[in-house]
């Protein structure tokens, strides 16, 4: 039940990722430059409260961190690239197991 379940949430998210590409790749034909939708853009239009919940939780666990590297990958990292990414490592995680050749399992 719990791989179907990632396998359908990665599928859904895959599609997701897909439709925004196309958003992209249209917006980027029409305007002649490069045009993408950033994470946090997407986040903030979902829900905003929780961006700022996790801004405020990655700046108190890892300052070092949250000004060169994790709030530059929030601005300028593709919504459509990230969502894949996550996408296939659900629809892995929820793949079948493969069956063990020359051994018995009960």
């Known amino acids: 039940m719990?791989?179907?379940?990632?396998?359908l949430i990665g599928l859904c998210l895959l599609a997701t990722a897909f439709v925004?590409?196309?958003?992209?790749?249209?917006?980027?034909?029409?305007?002649q430059h490069l045009v993408y939708v950033r994470v946090a853009e997407i986040w903030a239009d979902i829900d905003q409260t929780s961006l700022n919940r996790v801004e405020v939780w990655l700046k108190q666990k890892a300052l070092w961190a949250w000004d060169p590297y994790i709030q530059a990958f929030f601005d300028q990292a593709p919504a459509w690239a990230i969502l894949a990414i996550v996408a296939m490592?659900?629809?892995?995680?929820?793949r079948k197991k493969r069956p063990l050749i020359g051994y018995a399992r009960n």
Do not use: C, E, P
């Not at 590409?21 to 305007?31: E, P, R």
């Not at 490592?89 to 929820?94: A, D, E, K, Q, T």
């Open 20 to 31: 925004l590409l196309v958003y992209d790749g249209t917006k980027s034909i029409a305007n």
């Open 2 to 7: 719990i791989r179907f379940l990632l396998r």
């Open 89 to 94: 490592v659900l629809i892995l995680l929820g």
